[in-house]
């Protein structure tokens, strides 16, 4: 059974309609592949988007439906700028016909449900990052999403334990999905990679240390700039004072597949994520998770999938024995794709949504 669904994606534009403005995270990445198999399969998409240019047109034609311009965004913002915005998307939300709202991220997440519900349509909720939900204060924006949307979806145990902690309500645990890229096990691969938003949380000066410390190992960072100009100049002038690194700034998000594919080592060394995209993308294309920080559920630690560092020194430590064992990083590699394919194949990951979409329905 299929019915209509408007995926409230902010930062979806470029993805939908091919651009390369560097705002693209994984969350948007998240609600492109399961728009595309909910479309593939007859569910009528549509969405509610951010503009990122000026001229843009109110409503956007994209191959998998309208997608609706709530404003044109901009930083920094004034009062009235965020009056305006949220009064936007209050009136965009209470405009819908759709059967179903969609939301990942929390941008915003507690008017939109709550629009939605004026209108008596069911809005799900789905959890991108663990901030949105792990100690969230009791009377917090964060918590009335959680608390108020119909189905709540959480991308790891950790963060359904924390819903009922905090809501006393349960939610369901879907992990994130990919098409399945194809993967030759004996192509050669010579990257260590980066990739993420250049944010301090995401510490990317930490993957600099690690490129400094094996000089004769290629290092590859592909991040575009965040919020703060300063960290992202910093970043970039250190990466051209290492001649072994290659600084790619940001990478849209079609050509990425390339860069995995060339990878040994995918490092991750942010503070806290949700579950992220790249540690799957990394399986899909075989190489091997190196993480310091993130380890969710223990995928790395406890399941094998990876390997899990406490700070730097563990870093450099585990870098070194994987670069050292090229028999022992195929076979971990190699388990790591078989995981991905059996967990994180999007036409599985949109059975699991489909069987609780459905019951939303209106009855015809």
Known sequence: MTGSICIVGHLMLPLLTGGDAPVVGG???????????????????????????????PVVATALGPATVLYQRR??????????????????????????????????ADLIGLGARSRRIPYVYSIASDRDVVATPRWSRRRAVLRHADV???????QRAWVTRSTGRDAVTIPSGFPLPAWDPAAPRDDVLWVGTLRALKRPEAF???????????????????????????IASRAASLPNVRFE?????????????????LVNTSTYEGFPNTFVL????????????????????????????????????????????EAGMRE???????????????????DAYEARLAPLLPQR
């Not at 948007?28 to 909910?38: G, P, S, T």
């Open 208 to 234: 600099l240390n690690l490129a400094a410390a094996f000089p004769a190992q290629r290092f590859v960072l592909c991040g575009g700039p965040g919020e703060d100009p300063t960290l992202a100049n910093q």
């Open 75 to 108: 930083l920094p913002k004034t009062i009235a700028m965020q009056v305006h915005e949220k009064r936007a998307t209050w009136n965009a939300v209470r405009g819908l016909t759709t059967d179903i709202v969609f939301q990942r991220a929390v941008w915003d």
């Open 27 to 57: 969350a948007e990445v998240q609600l492109l592949h399961l728009a595309e198999e909910l479309h593939r399969r007859g569910w009528r998409t549509s969405f509610l988007v951010c503009a990122l240019e000026a001229g843009t047109p």
């Open 332 to 350: 971990r590699a190699a388990r790591a794709r078989r995981h991905a394919e059996a967990t994180h194949d999007i036409r599985r990951v949109t």
């Open 152 to 158: 709540v979806v959480a991308q790891s145990a950790t």
């Open 249 to 265: 700034g940001f990478v849209p998000y079609p050509q990425m597949a390339a860069r995995f594919a060339r990878a040994r080592v």
């Open 282 to 325: 990394a399986w899909l294309h075989g190489a091997v998770v190196l993480s310091m920080g993130v380890d969710p559920d223990g995928a790395l630690s406890r399941h094998g999938l990876g390997i899990a560092a406490a700070d730097e020194s563990g870093l450099h430590a585990a870098l070194g024995a994987l670069l050292a064992n």
